[in-house]
């Protein structure tokens, strides 16, 4: 039998070539059912689905020149949760299978090696996997839709394919980016534990909330970040070393260019401030990350941001370098480069539509992304219904910058409830 | 239940405010409903332990069979001497660290030269050479010490990257003028023939990655330039 195998994306590369014995770029999605979950049915509506989403049951390999990935041999692992999302995902699994599936009460969680796909992908994966579900368990009837796909049909080749590669504009971008804040704290001891504090919100209120602001939820929430982490600089660096506050957004780029593929197709753009140049108000700050992001996430802003990835690939001479070398440049690249210019992630899934068949076994949904190699801090954000989820993780003891973000989201009259998995 | 400092609801049955660790006030005990189980998942552990149990034996096995038909067809090493060191050469330079979760290069990079001069000790013994300890010797002590010291400085010295390559590429370039000596005193060949020039070649290029260090705008250009997209 000969096994498929796909090249990786062009945003999928670097992630074999950056992992660390103790970090990879993994994220996890998660539903929340109204009743418990049968690890029985889960597991048969994971295999189901295998046909449809040939590109997600992978385990990463390695060819002479670039990483590939390969049909996995085992089947994909329906395990009950761990005390913490995201448990470290061993070089060892992936070449086995880079995708895992848990479940915990009426829970459940599909993780991603990042270079299977991104948010938006997973997203479909994960929908799919809950209509089917919903299905088996239910017997419900379920309207497939763009976004919950139909076990039964053939995957289509526009959803395998690397849009990057048709989206480019040959011109890539240049890029003067100042050094950002590091945010940093005391080490856990429990090594690998990551601190998961989720704050649910209305969606209503806080779209409603962002619009008296002008702006977007993301750009908000965004803004809302810079005001959080700016007195943490303050406290610690006195005001002549302040460096650059900025937030590494992630852009979903089907919503630019016309791609409905299911592998990665995502780009991170950075918005930020100086605090050297004086202090901000709460509408400066919306109003200065609205501007930054209406001028950074156009079309044309990004295709050059697509070819500044592409070109690389293009050239001959860096296509024929052998995989451990590519593997040691980019390596270096992206300690030098990579999480230099940002001090945290915000990814936003947006609001994300299920079927009503689906939507009414749904509490919710929660998209959830690691730490970075760098960044002790990162935070994920989904809406299901009128529901919110924003999610912050952390590698480290302190919870202060939580503790500012939330807070200034309920003194603005938005309520938050928080949930945690630390006791 | 809300945190009366933060202002934000929390889980029923939570101890502290996850926000700000004040305690939450719970009367009737209730207890909380986890989010997430209790179960820590197992340390993976990333060791070549098969590997190096493979490597092992089969290092094992060729020293072995080597040295019983040596000594069967010669009654003594003869060229097997040369294999069997190889092999054990071999062994410590590229299976030992396997037996190891986290190898420290800072121990293991000595232990590695140790290993290179006692072979080439031997094979200068074996040839009835004269040249082990005047040139060598001396060139792998160079080798060993040069390396020893970037590889630690890079280990725990975090700033000044561009000194210490700097720094490593002027002392390569005094090396060669020394490889040099050691050559002439050797095998009594002319002193300076070629030395003088690797080392001008080695110490322009340290002299610029030094300079690169302490001229920031360099140091910028040089970013800049040899950037790569992330
Ligand atoms: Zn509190």
Redesign the pocket.
């Known amino acids: 039998m000969n096994t498929k195998w796909f090249k990786l994306d062009t945003a999928g590369l670097i992630f074999p070539a950056i992992k660390r014995n103790n970090w990879i770029n993994v994220y996890r999605i998660s539903v929340t059912l109204t009743e418990d979950v049968d690890p029985e049915i889960l597991m048969t509506a994971v295999g189901n689905l295998k046909k449809r989403f040939p590109s997600f049951y992978v385990a990463l390999r390695h060819g002479f020149f670039w990483n590939y990935l390969e049909e996995a041999r085992v089947d994909v692992e329906v395990k009950e949760d761990y005390a913490y999302p995201l448990t470290h995902m061993s070089s060892k699994e992936v070449k086995r299978c880079a995708l895992r599936v848990f479940y915990h009460q009426k829970r459940i969680a599909v993780e991603f090696f990042h270079s299977i796909t991104d948010g938006e992908g997973a997203s479909i994966y994960v929908r799919s996997l809950t209509a089917e579900y919903v299905r088996l368990k239910y017997g419900e009837e379920i309207e497939y839709t763009a976004y919950v796909l139909n076990p039964s049909e053939r995957p289509k080749n526009y959803e395998l394919e690397d849009s990057f590669f048709k989206h480019t504009n040959g011109y890539a971008n240049k890029r003067n980016e100042k050094v950002a804040y590091r945010l940093h704290g005391t080490p856990l001891k429990e090594d690998g534990f990551l601190t998961l504090t989720t704050g649910v919100v209305d969606s209503d209120i806080l779209r409603k909330k962002a619009k008296e602001y002008d702006c977007t939820v993301t750009a908000f929430l965004t803004a809302l970040m810079i005001r959080a982490i700016i007195p943490i600089q303050e406290e610690e660096v006195p005001k002549k070393r302040r460096r650059p506050v900025v937030v590494s957004i992630a852009i979903n780029l089907r919503k630019l260019f016309p791609s409905r593929t299911l592998r990665n197709f995502v780009l991170a753009e950075n918005v930020g401030i100086d605090p050297k140049k004086g202090e901000y108000t709460l509408e400066e700050l919306t109003k200065s990350v609205t501007s930054q992001m209406a001028l950074k996430i156009s079309r044309q802003n990004m295709a050059s941001a697509i070819a500044s990835n592409v070109l690389p690939q293009q050239n001959l001479l860096v296509s024929l370098a052998p995989l451990p070398l590519k593997n040691l440049v980019m390596d270096m690249v992206y300690a030098s480069h990579g999480e230099k210019h940002a001090c945290i992630n915000i990814s936003n899934l947006g609001k994300v539509e299920i079927p009503e068949s689906v939507e009414k076994h749904v509490e919710r949904m929660e998209f959830i992304i690691g730490v970075q190699r760098t960044y002790p801090n990162n935070c994920s954000i989904a809406t299901v219904g009128n529901t919110t989820c924003i999610n912050m993780i952390r590698s480290i003891k302190e919870s202060e910058l939580e503790?500012r973000f939330f807070t200034s989201l309920v003194e603005l009259g938005i309520p938050v409830s928080i949930e945690t998995n630390r006791r | 239940m809300y945190?009366v400092?933060?202002g934000?609801k929390l889980q029923d049955g939570i101890e502290s405010?996850p926000?700000?660790?004040?305690p939450v006030w719970n009367p009737d005990g209730v207890a909380i409903e986890g989010k997430y189980p209790d179960k820590m998942p197992k340390k993976p552990v990333e060791t070549n332990m098969p590997l190096a149990i493979l490597f092992t034996f089969l290092s094992v096995i060729t020293v072995t069979v080597l040295f019983v038909v040596c000594m069967n067809l010669y009654g003594n090493l003869s060229w097997g001497g040369y294999a069997i060191f190889g092999v054990m050469l071999f062994y410590v330079m590229m299976i030992l660290p396997l037996w190891f979760r986290k190898p420290n290069p800072v121990i293991f990079t000595p232990v590695n030269f140790l290993a290179i001069a006692l072979y080439v000790g031997y094979i200068n013994w074996k040839v009835n050479g004269h040249w082990f300890f005047t040139f060598a010797l001396p060139i792998i002590l160079i080798t060993a010490v040069e390396m020893v010291t970037v590889i630690t400085l890079g280990r725990y010295v975090r700033r000044g990257r561009l000194y210490i390559a700097g720094g490593a590429v002027i002392f390569m370039g005094f090396a060669t003028v020394l490889v040099e000596l050691f050559q002439t005193m050797t095998f009594g060949t002319q002193m300076f023939t070629w030395s003088l020039y690797s080392f001008s070649v080695f110490f322009i290029f340290g002299m610029f990655l030094i300079v690169a260090g302490i001229y920031k705008p360099l140091k910028v250009y040089l970013n800049k330039k040899f950037f790569i997209h992330k």
Request: glycine share 10%.
């Open positions: 503790r | 945190c400092k933060c934000v405010c926000l700000c660790g004040t």
